[in-house]
């Protein structure tokens, strides 16, 4: 079976950065897509020729692997799959805003093993392959660790937007929030990135496609944190999603979002 190497993923986001460098900050026309609680879900040109760069360099080098993106969906079948979020935040990139990434992630049986997060305006490149996690910069290339924080009340708590909160009632957020050191909003995928790099101990997301996170996980597993849904489970289908700094955290952390239920 053939397996993708460091340097394709690094050649994918390549060819996803000349896409979504030249449109950022420029004027785009932009749609929208249905999604539940949402009522503008935008699309713009740069999504969409990102994701088509990515599928042809896949298709041409991986013929036999299958891809599921998320503007163009699922094509192909087979144990080895590519999963691409070509603009993470499609929001922030329409508004300027540097959080936005191209995420990049490969399955085997299911199974998370690779991934990058690319973002071409700070030039940095959060990435993990048989399984070691590194940020890649204009100057170098470092190992990332998670935080060594294991007590609720030192931890610093991400979730991306308060309407996941109050669409979720039934998850005890606001108690989470209320013990923790501090809550911060609207990082996207960059703040799992930071996860992974140490400077954020916890993030919460309330509902995940599998090209949200996919290419995350290995990112933060092999740094030395934990990504489960909240009841537990393997996070690869999306869903309930917490990712935490190290096992004792993650513990705590679900034991007061689930707890009565």
């Known amino acids: 079976m053939k397996l993708p190497t460091a340097d394709f993923l690094h050649r994918l986001a390549d060819a996803a950065d000349r896409e979504t460098v030249s449109r950022f900050r420029q004027k785009l026309e932009t749609t929208t897509k249905p999604k539940e609680g949402y009522r503008f879900d935008p699309v713009t040109e740069a999504d969409r020729e990102a994701e088509l760069a990515m599928r042809g360099l896949i298709s041409d080098e991986f013929p036999d692997h299958s891809i599921v993106g998320e503007e163009y969906g699922v094509t192909g079948a087979g144990a080895c799959q590519w999963v691409l979020d070509p603009i993470d935040g499609t929001r922030p990139f329409l508004l300027g805003i540097p959080v936005w990434g191209t995420l990049i992630g490969f399955c085997e049986q299911g199974r998370a093993t690779s991934g990058l997060m690319s973002q071409p305006i700070t030039r940095e490149r959060f990435w993990a392959h048989n399984g070691e996690s590194w940020l890649t910069t204009d100057n170098a290339t470092t190992r990332l660790t998670t935080s060594a924080c294991t007590q609720l009340s ?97 513990a705590a952390a679900i034991s007061i979002l689930m707890r009565g239920r």
Request: proline share 6%; net charge negative; aromatic share 8%.
């Open 154 to 250: 030192d931890a610093v708590l991400h979730t991306n937007s308060p309407e996941g909160v109050r669409r979720n009632p039934d998850v005890r957020f606001d108690v989470l929030d209320a013990t923790v050191k501090m809550t911060r909003y609207g990082g996207e995928c960059y703040a799992f990135a930071m996860l992974a790099a140490g400077h954020i101990d916890i993030c919460v997301e309330f509902s995940l496609q599998p090209y949200d996170i996919v290419p995350l996980i290995p990112l933060i597993q092999a740094a030395g944190g934990t990504v489960t849904t909240f009841d537990g489970s393997r996070p690869e289908n999306g869903g309930r999603i917490i990712a935490s700094a190290n096992d004792k955290l993650h």
